[in-house]
Nanobody, 125 residues
Framework: QVQLVESGGGLVQAGGSLRLSCAASGRTFSTLAIGWFRQAPGKERNFVAAINWSGVSTYYVGSVKGRFTISRDNAKNTVYLQMNSLKPEDTAVYYC??????????????????WGQGTQVTVSS
């Protein structure tokens, strides 16, 4: 079992920044690939970014490339999502998810077995 807890969400003006954290427990963190997904009201949960077990490989959805950065600190069992130049369309509940290392930095939701409860990000215009 893996427990994931997101933090760092909040209200920010357009152009601002936030850093989300995903803290994991319950299983050796370095065996897990981690992804970030987001869900806006009335919409599906969509992929944002992912990182493989070592942090060497990352992958982003096109709309956040150059603005968001995913990273991990295996010594702290934590993955981060640094979000810069935020836009109102980034408003959503952000979820982190964990899956087996062999899937790598996957955008595929079904590759993730464990999910956090989410953290709200609201970007005002």
């Amino acid at each position: 079992q893996v427990q994931l807890v997101e933090s760092g969400g909040g209200l920010v003006q357009a152009g601002g920044s936030l850093r989300l954290s995903c803290a994991a427990s319950g299983r050796t963190f370095s065996t897990l690939a981690i992804g970030w997904f987001r869900q806006a009201p009335g919409k599906e949960r969509n992929f944002v970014a992912a990182i493989n077990w070592s942090g060497v490989s990352t992958y982003y959805v096109g709309s956040v490339k150059g603005r968001f950065t995913i990273s991990r600190d295996n010594a702290k069992n934590t993955v981060y999502l640094q979000m810069n130049s935020l836009k109102p369309e980034d408003t959503a509940v952000y979820y982190c998810a964990a899956g087996p290392a062999h899937y790598g930095a996957s955008y595929y939701r079904d590759h993730y077995n464990y999910w956090g409860q989410g953290t709200q990000v609201t970007v005002s215009s």
